[in-house]
């Protein structure tokens, strides 16, 4: 039975980087009839917050990446980790160390000076014939994984292939603290042990923790799992992704407008490739998913791709659906949104032409607030030459059938009575009624508004000058 797992830890978001981890694990348990764990790693107490919490839960949530097992909480789990380090203690693959820290950095700073790598020099670490020093009186001691000092720890990385470490370059890793709360990486090995992870998909931030984590394992006579280590993804300039490039949590794409399926979609792409295809569905995904197609280069994050894709998901989203997104967002500008012109039939016909859900709010808005259009499109636009024809325009909308075919009649009517091109009167009626120069058609946005709000913004605009 496959079983990975996402472990973030609550110190933060949920970012783009760690989404991207979540879908990978998520999707290879789906395409192997796993399970999927998620997993809290808590226990840097002074970073972590209910709110960092409850934001992971709402990305996970957000992006559809549902659980089979969990949320386990490191925090609830100290029993355990102690249990487990007495038993190390007592089977002596762990040992009491009473160095203090300015005995250690001393030694690190002699290390250094004799050009070596600064470690632990293993004082307190038994060996067969070793006199240990007397334990300090009121001095708590950490506890040590007693690392083999021989042979090399090695893995076949399901992205990176063998990745060999020589034991001699890995000093001995306190594995509970001097106040007896057991350290990251050892929590990490009971809990992958406890719930039989068997393939760990992770970033290769970690690939330093592993050779220790492995051997850690093996002193528990535990099998390690199968490692995966995903290579960073950098942004747009092919810098260290940072906030400025989207290193965001991944609620603020839901706020910037995206769609889930979109930001999945992406994601998958990010490293990952079925040959040229670029768009499809997470059950798609999951079926084409494996760790052999994972390149072990770095990722490079595109907007512009994203938009595009978002884009396409846009207009493949039913628009009822669209509306029940779009209607909140509005709200939440102190856009009252009346029954006419239909929500829904504004969608129908911006859906096309924009990238995200704000830009589709920001079209829609215009069409329900008291508008006032910039007064240097104004003067650009309403001019003695266009004035009278879109008198002229007013008169007649007064009569016209209300629908798009009649009104464009009226439009190249006008137009062509006052001996101008389309765009002399089109380019007007763009901006008094909506503010903007770039519209979909202008006889289908005109036909969008009620008769009465149309009439009420052309007189308004006549009577300003």
């Known amino acids: 039975m496959i079983r990975t797992r996402f472990a973030p830890s609550p110190t933060g978001f949920l970012h783009i980087g760690g989404a991207r981890t979540a879908l990978f694990s998520w999707a290879y348990a789906r395409r192997h009839g796993g399970s999927f764990i998620l997993r809290i790693e808590d226990t840097d107490v002074a970073r972590s917050t209910p709110e960092a919490v409850q934001a992971i839960l709402d990305g996970m949530n957000w992006l559809g990446l549902n659980w089979d097992e969990g949320p386990f909480y490191q925090m609830q789990r100290m029993d355990r980790y102690k249990e487990v380090i007495q038993q190390m203690l007592a089977s002596g693959s762990a040992y009491h160390c009473y160095t203090s820290a300015e005995e250690l950095e001393q030694m690190r700073e002699e290390q250094r000076a004799r050009g070596l790598k600064p470690r632990y020099d293993g004082r307190w670490r038994p060996e067969p014939g070793k006199t240990l020093p007397t334990p300090p009186a009121g001095v708590k001691p950490v506890v040590r994984f007693r690392n083999p000092q021989d042979g090399v720890v090695a893995w076949d990385d399901q992205v990176k292939g063998r990745i060999e470490i020589a034991n001699a370059e890995l000093d001995d890793l306190i594995i509970a603290r001097a106040d007896g709360t057991p350290t990251y990486n050892f929590c990490v090995v009971v809990d992958d042990w406890d719930m039989g992870i068997t393939q760990v998909i992770r970033g290769d931030d970690h690939v330093n923790n592993t050779p220790r984590q492995i051997n850690i394992l093996k002193a ?7 490692y995966a280590h995903l290579s960073m993804i950098l942004g747009d300039d092919g810098q260290k992704l940072s906030k400025r490039h989207g290193a965001v949590s991944v609620m603020q794409y839901d706020e910037d407008g995206y769609l889930p ?3 999945l979609n992406y994601l998958a792409r990010l490293g990952w490739s079925h040959g040229d295809d670029e ?9 084409w998913f494996g760790l052999d197609h994972i390149t072990p280069s770095a990722a490079q994050f595109n907007t512009e791709k994203l938009n595009w894709l978002n884009a396409h998901y846009l207009r493949q989203t039913d628009n009822a659906r669209l509306e029940a997104l779009l209607r909140p967002r509005l709200e939440a500008r102190g856009v ?3 029954e006419q012109p239909a929500l829904s039939s504004i969608i129908a016909l911006y859906k096309e032409r924009v990238a995200t859900l704000n830009e589709l709010a920001d ?4 069409f329900y607030i008291d508008l006032h259009p910039a007064a240097e499109l104004r003067a650009q636009h309403l001019t003695a030459e266009t004035l009278p024809a879109i008198a002229d325009f007013l008169a007649g909308v007064r009569e016209v059938a209300w629908e798009a075919p009649a009104i464009g009649a009226l439009i190249k009517a006008t137009v062509g009575t006052h001996g101008l091109k389309m765009p002399k009167l089109a380019m007007p009626l763009r901006v008094l009624l909506t503010g903007q120069t770039q519209t979909p058609s202008v006889d289908a946005v005109v036909a969008l508004f009620p008769r009465e709000a149309v009439i009420a913004r052309l007189e308004k605009a006549l009577a300003a000058g």
């Open 261 to 263: 399926e979109a930001v």
């Open 279 to 287: 768009i499809f569905s997470m059950a798609q995904f999951c079926e």
């Open 220 to 226: 528990l006579g535990a099998t390690p799992p199968q």
């Open 363 to 366: 079209a829609a808005e215009v």
């Open 336 to 338: 009252s949104v009346s």
